[in-house]
């Protein structure tokens, strides 16, 4: 747990924030409408809270959470691993996957009171959503803006954009209890996209043995990778799969 006492201030000037008149909050359009960013330049994060009892602390994770896209952008560190044995008379009988990601927080405090903060909404599903600024940060104009399909869902669903300098991935998740869950759980699966798509290292091993002419096969995979510029670029929520998609770019 990191210790925000050195917060204090920018979190006592986000609470008369959030309960100013001018505070600019979004009208009810789902959760993710609070969480769209895309009219802002490069250096403006948003964080989500889930929802707590008290607004104070729900406040205090959603900063957190902002900084932490900032962390994230500038290394994300990605490790899977996957083992698979299967049988000639049974097919695939078993797996393991092991996926974790690392990041560096070690000056996140600091991070946290560099931000200016943009904007507070308070959601029943997901609690507090902060719109901060980073002005350490050059302002640049967002890489992606996605496009929509007759049915008015995101086209990077099925084709992964294309542009010089940088990767796309995505991932989905099931709808988790918490919302800030399930967006982490896709973003997640959103980065491990990028790592299997652009591997800088692949490790495998395979052994075959029979044994009264039966043949079993284990394979033991294992990718690493370090993603420069991680950015969660789009969100969708496919209400009819009750599933949740994030769309992640990284530099090349």
């Known amino acids: ?15 008369l924030l959030a309960g100013c008149a ?6 009810p359009a789902g959760a993710l409408a ?18 707590y009892s008290n607004k104070e602390r729900m406040v205090e994770a ?4 902002a900084a ?3 962390h994230l952008k500038a290394a994300l560190a990605m490790d899977s691993r996957l083992v698979t044995a299967s049988h000639s008379h049974a097919g695939l009988q078993s797996f393991a996957t092991e996926e974790k990601a690392y990041w560096d927080d070690t000056d996140l405090a600091q991070t946290i009171e560099q931000l200016k903060i943009i904007s507070i909404a308070f959601d029943g599903e997901a609690g507090a959503v902060v719109v901060a600024e980073y002005p350490s940060e050059t302002p640049r104009r967002r890489v992606y803006q ?5 049915e008015g869902k995101p086209t990077w669903l099925t084709v992964l954009p294309h542009l ?3 990767r796309f991935g995505v991932g989905t998740t099931g709808r988790y209890s918490l919302l800030n869950r399930s967006l982490e759980a896709a973003d997640f699966a959103a980065a491990q996209n990028l ?16 044994y009264n002419d039966l043949m079993e096969r284990v394979l033991y995979q294992a990718q690493r990778g370090l993603l420069r510029g991680f950015t969660i670029v789009d969100r969708y929520y496919d209400a009819e799969t009750k599933s949740y998609w994030s769309l992640a770019s990284c530099l090349e």
């Not at 001018?22 to 009208?27: D, N």
């Not at 790592?195 to 029979?210: A, G, M, Q, R």
Request: hydrophobic content about 40%; proline content about 4%; aromatic content about 8%.
């Open 1 to 15: 747990m990191i210790a925000l006492t050195r917060t204090a201030a920018l979190l006592l000037t986000v609470m």
């Open 22 to 27: 001018t505070t600019a909050v979004q009208p």
């Open 34 to 51: 609070n969480l769209d960013i895309s009219g802002y330049p490069s250096n403006v994060y948003v964080g989500v809270s889930g929802p």
């Open 62 to 65: 959603a900063i957190m959470a």
């Open 68 to 70: 932490k896209s900032i």
């Open 146 to 150: 996605s496009e929509y399909d007759s």
């Open 164 to 166: 010089d300098g940088y």
């Open 195 to 210: 790592l299997d798509l652009h591997s800088e290292h692949v490790f495998s091993i395979e052994k075959v043995s029979t």
